[in-house]
């Protein structure tokens, strides 16, 4: 089956014109023809009554006289023959141009006719046989009805003949012929005619489709703004317009989130670059004592580990991304993994005053990764230290469910409204008031927790409470 | 000369704090987008180097205030951001220069010196004054055939009267263009390494070149 649309419908078009055309055909055609026999035989039956009303018979004697001035069988032309038989198949009587030839005797009583399709010298005929009581010259002038009316008194029962009469159907085969021939002809040419239609109509009808295909080549994928659709879209089609143009509409915010996350990248390696570069060129200008070059190098081995994190971050995030990342489930119990986690930041926590109050109930064990949960936590927490207040406070709880574990992380001295609570997953976010620490923080951390968790099955959200209470909900699936 | 840098990523605040210094410059140095432009409309700094994602206020908005308050500060943007759009957008603002990260600290000098020579309508990088001759680019002066010693301070202070050769130049000018902010106060400060330079470039026998113009502050060159 071809997949061009355009001849698939022209194709249907046609087939479907030639069954239309083939039975509309035939039944004209055997209409027609029933038609024409039928006027053919009342013609003929008329003509063999009329003859039969004609016939008298005298004593043993056959009368002709009157069939002999019927013109049907006296002229040629009308290739009309009779042949009258009597009872025991005895010819009384027959055309002059029969000849020697015999018609068949039709097999009928006297009341009924019988017609017979024949052919006789090659030639088609149709005849009609009837049996008939011929009119007696002696007899009651009512036998003048045709024989077939009247009932015939049984001693007559011996004057019983046989009538056959045919004619040469030729002129009605003719007819017919030119009939098929006209229609067949008018057939041809309305498929042909079709054809033209039909192509001329799908042309048209599929036009809407080439130009959506001229508007879809035009998009350009460095150039996603623009929308297919124009006022003229068939409703037909307005469904898969809108589809495309929803999913130009993913496209292009993917495209975008990708352009921005790239510069993004750009823009955080940027950064810690120009600080080792102008570190280094600043310290090479002159010769320094050793404890120079040595703060130079440390600050640069800073920046280094940084970058490293982020870089270590970065492809994390987009091995996730390609989830090429596989989980191995353990018996974890978050009381102690928050404390482990918690590990790295006791001395700048300590330092800045800042309390920390792990609730998690020692009994709650669940089943997860437990390295990719330590990134999590590791990140909630740093987090958490960064941002809380001096002398603030930052707390963990936990809650078992029927099939989950909801850890939550709360810090004191949020300055985030709840528009920017929403955005503190994205990449390279950093509560704008809040980015002292240039450099330092890339403000991956959630985000990549965000895509971990949604990794492993769970969800993540924050909120900011009216107290200046950040708070990190973690829903993990738990068996 | 006096430079303000707004730049809030701290590795790089610290060597261009150092390189700069070490340039003969005296430099404030700000973090915080705020506190930049709240120097930048209370001091009269030679060149501004600015830094355009800062917290607390963009940089950019920081260069249009400044512009909106009148401010002639060359500034130089300096900034991670690169596309054409950026640069276009920062110089349009009333930028003077730009400068993407990562950037070769020499043209950072280059670019400086050229904004400070486009500040006092200098094209050529070498001021002639008589027999003395300022190099501003390697920072060398010479009088007649000799090259003359001069501190770093010293030539901070030479340099800055090259500049303005020929017209007088307040205590309060020198205070400001040549002393770092944050360095203790004291107008007598100005007149003391006025005495050491006087001893160094001055020579018997030939012309006087640092004039004193009493109420009014020094002038280098011929008094009009």
Same mark, same amino acid.
């Given at each position: ?100 030839? &015999? ?7 006297? &009341? ?10 090659? @030639? ?42 045919? @004619? ?5 085969? &003719? ?49 996603? #703004? ?56 600043? &310290? ?11 703060? #130079? ?61 792990? @609730? ?69 976010? @950093? ?49 | 000369?006096?430079?303000? +840098? ?25 973090? /915080? ?12 700094? /030679? ?34 951001? /690169? ?12 930028? /003077?220069?730009?400068? +993407? ?124």
């Amino acid at each position: 089956m071809t997949h061009s649309l355009r001849i698939r419908l022209i194709l249907a078009i046609i087939a479907g014109m030639v069954l239309l055309l083939t039975v509309f055909s035939l039944t004209v055609y055997m209409l027609i023809r029933r038609a024409l026999v039928n006027q053919f035989d009342e013609a003929l039956l008329s003509t063999a009554r009329i003859l039969a009303a004609s016939v008298e018979i005298d004593v043993n004697t056959i009368d002709l006289e009157d069939v002999q001035n019927m013109p049907e069988f006296n002229e040629p032309q009308h290739q009309t023959y009779y042949q009258i038989r009597e009872q025991d198949g005895t010819v009384v009587a027959q055309s002059p141009f029969l000849g020697t030839e &015999n018609l068949p005797l039709l097999k009928t009583s006297l &009341n009924n006719v019988v017609f017979k399709t024949l052919t006789r010298r090659d @030639r088609p005929e149709r005849a009609v046989g009837l049996k008939f009581l011929p009119r007696s010259e002696i007899g009651t002038e009512n036998s003048s009805q045709p024989a077939a009316t009247e009932k015939p008194p049984k001693t007559d029962k011996d004057k019983i003949l046989s009538l056959t009469v045919a @004619r040469s159907t030729g002129d009605l085969y &003719n007819q017919l012929g030119l009939l098929r021939w006209l229609l067949f002809t008018a057939s041809v040419v309305v498929i042909a005619l079709s054809v033209l239609i039909a192509a001329f109509i799908v042309q048209r009808g599929l036009r809407p489709l080439r130009s959506i295909a001229a508007e879809i080549a035009a998009i350009r994928e460095d150039d996603l #703004a623009n929308r297919i659709g124009t006022a003229s879209i068939p409703t037909e089609i307005m469904p898969i317009k809108n589809r495309l143009n929803d999913l130009l509409s993913r496209l292009e915010g993917a495209f975008n989130r990708e352009r921005r996350f790239t510069a993004d990248v750009a823009h955080e390696l940027r950064n810690p670059l120009a600080g080792i570069r102008s570190t280094i060129e600043v &310290n090479l200008t002159r010769t320094r004592d050793a404890a120079e070059y040595r703060s #130079a190098l440390s600050e640069c081995l800073e920046i280094v580990e940084n970058m490293q994190t982020m870089v270590n971050n970065l492809l994390l995030l987009a091995r996730l991304d390609a989830k090429q990342i596989s989980f191995q489930d353990e018996q974890v119990r978050p009381a102690e993994i928050v404390n482990s986690c918690w590990q790295p930041f006791a001395e700048k926590a300590t330092k800045r005053k800042i309390s920390f109050d792990n @609730r998690i109930d020692h009994q709650i064990t669940f089943e997860t990764d437990r390295q990719y949960l330590s990134i999590i936590l590791s990140n909630v927490l740093e987090n958490a230290v960064e941002y809380a207040d001096e002398g603030g406070q930052i707390r963990t709880s936990a809650r078992r469910k029927q099939d989950s574990v909801q850890i939550e992380i709360s810090n004191t001295g949020c300055q985030l409204t709840t528009e920017q609570t929403a955005q503190v997953f994205d990449c390279f976010w @950093r509560g704008d008031s809040s980015r002292k620490d240039a450099g330092v923080h890339c403000g991956l951390g959630l985000a990549l927790v965000d895509r971990i968790i949604k990794a492993l099955g769970g969800s993540i959200t924050a909120e900011v409470e009216n107290t200046g209470t950040f708070k990190i909900h973690l829903n993990m699936p738990a068996k | 000369m006096r430079l303000l +840098v707004i730049e809030d990523y701290r590795p790089l605040q610290q060597s261009l704090k150092k390189g700069l210094h070490e340039a003969g410059f005296a430099v404030d140095f700000t973090g /915080d987008g705020e506190e930049g432009l709240w120097y930048a409309l209370n001091n009269d700094y /030679d060149v501004i180097i600015l830094d355009l994602m800062l917290p607390g206020i963009d940089g950019l908005k920081i260069l249009k205030e400044l512009r909106a308050k009148g401010r002639q500060s060359h500034v130089l943007i300096l900034t991670a951001k /690169d596309t054409l759009q950026d640069r276009i957008t920062g110089l349009d603002q009333g930028a /003077d220069d730009y400068l +993407v990260k990562p950037f070769e600290f020499k043209e950072l000098l280059a670019r400086v010196r050229a904004l400070l020579r486009r500040s006092y309508r200098r094209k050529n990088p070498q001021i002639k004054i008589r027999d003395l001759r300022v190099d501003l680019t390697a920072q060398r002066v010479w009088r007649g055939r000799k090259e003359l010693d001069l501190t770093p301070r010293e030539y901070a202070l030479l340099e800055y009267l090259a500049m303005r050769a020929g017209e007088p130049v307040s205590r309060m000018d020198i205070w400001e263009h040549v002393y770092e902010f944050k360095s203790a106060a004291s107008s007598n400060v100005v007149d003391v390494y006025i005495g050491y330079l006087r001893k160094k470039i001055e020579r018997s026998g030939k012309p006087l070149l640092i004039h004193t113009l009493r109420g009014r502050g020094y002038l280098l060159g011929w008094q009009r």
